[in-house]
């Protein structure tokens, strides 16, 4: 069975895909403070307070863009590239859909 993407939630499928990258590179901190804001995205019918909110996780020192993945003490190269995308996209997407 193929999801139809023009049906899913665009945040939602931004912060699985976060989600999974943190996970997957033992980052679970950051991984469950998304899980949470996905949760509370979902159960408060997408508004825009959780919007607001993960908007607030890219804002400044400390925060979700200074995530660096890393391996016995090397960077991630492809990793990083993917979370920087994933990360942008989420960001971005969160502001489109405050502004409609």
């Known amino acids: ?24 590179n033992d980052e679970k901190r950051w ?6 804001l996905k949760r509370h995205y979902i159960e408060n019918d997408n508004n825009e307070e959780t919007l607001s909110l993960i908007r607030k996780l890219f804002g400044g ?3 979700f863009n200074d995530v660096v ?15 920087e995308k994933s990360r942008h996209e989420l960001y971005e997407e969160c502001i489109n859909k405050m502004t409609q």
């Open 31 to 36: 991984a469950e403070v998304l899980i949470r």
């Open 1 to 24: 069975m193929q999801i139809n993407i023009d049906k899913v939630d665009r945040i939602i499928l931004l912060l699985e895909e976060n989600i999974k990258l943190l996970s997957e």
């Open 61 to 63: 020192a400390g925060t």
């Open 69 to 83: 993945l890393h391996k016995d003490g090397k960077p991630l190269i492809e990793e990083n590239n993917q979370l």
